[in-house]
């Protein structure tokens, strides 16, 4: 195990062990615990009560973060000629077709959401070995394939995200930056977990928000009460 630097031993000990904190509490702490000489992200991970294997327990969605990720995200528009400019003006970072479709097959993927139309899925097929395992393949239920590219784009530079429990149950995302107070990482999280019990699936039994921790890039988890939530 590697040891802990003297700021992480910092950080490690202003969070009391074994307690659960409230939302606010975490997102104010979170601010205090980062220490790295970057703007670290704020991540949140759920678990979750339900057995991903089973269809009518998979908890898939996407919710837009009332004050965004604080990330630039890149997005591709992969559109017919007449909607370029409508991607464009919508601010999508690169749009295009078939140029774009070529250079994934040689193995670029240096964007963060693929948006397109369903006229073009079918070119896409082939392409899912690639864009699969990086969480690029659009997808109708996320709202990454449709007739509306400006919108698409408008709402995902805004801070639409799309979130899907993995295999152990957890839903992991993104949910701003230390850099932003405290109310607004609060209010981003509430949004997600307010979203996520919204998506509880029927055949769900039990418990179904089991935990909740928050962190930033470098610092270690905070526990939430997730009955205070």
Do not use: C
Not at 5 to 13: I, Y
Not at 35 to 55: C, H, M, N, Q, T
Not at 59 to 64: E, L
Not at 116 to 136: D, F, N, Q, S, W
């Amino acid at each position: 195990m590697a040891k802990l630097t003297k700021k992480q031993k910092e950080a490690a000990a202003k969070i009391e062990k074994n307690r659960l904190y409230s939302l606010k509490d975490a997102s104010a702490l979170i601010k205090e615990v980062a220490s790295a000489k970057f703007d670290e992200s704020v991540d949140i991970a759920v678990r979750l009560g339900v057995d991903p294997r089973k269809a009518n327990q998979m908890v898939r969605g996407v919710v837009t973060l009332p004050h965004g990720t604080g990330k630039d995200v890149r997005v591709l528009a992969l559109v017919t000629p007449d909607k370029e400019a409508e991607a464009l003006a919508a601010g999508a970072d690169y749009v295009g077709l078939d140029e774009y479709l070529q250079k994934i097959k040689d193995g670029w993927t240096d964007v963060d959401v693929i948006i397109t139309m369903p006229a073009v899925m079918g070119k896409l097929g082939p392409l899912g070995r690639i864009l699969g395992p990086r969480g690029l393949m659009p997808n109708p239920k996320t709202g990454t394939v449709t007739m509306d590219v400006a919108k698409a784009v408008q709402e995902v530079k805004a801070g639409k995200i799309d979130f899907k429990v993995d295999k152990t149950g957890i839903v992991h995302a993104s949910i701003g930056k230390v850099s932003f107070e405290a109310d607004k990482i609060t209010e981003n999280a509430a949004e997600l977990i307010q979203t996520l019990i919204k998506l509880k699936p029927t055949a769900a039994k039990g418990t179904y928000i089991k935990s909740i921790n928050i962190s930033s890039t470098m610092s270690p988890a905070i526990a939430l009460d997730p009955k205070a939530v």
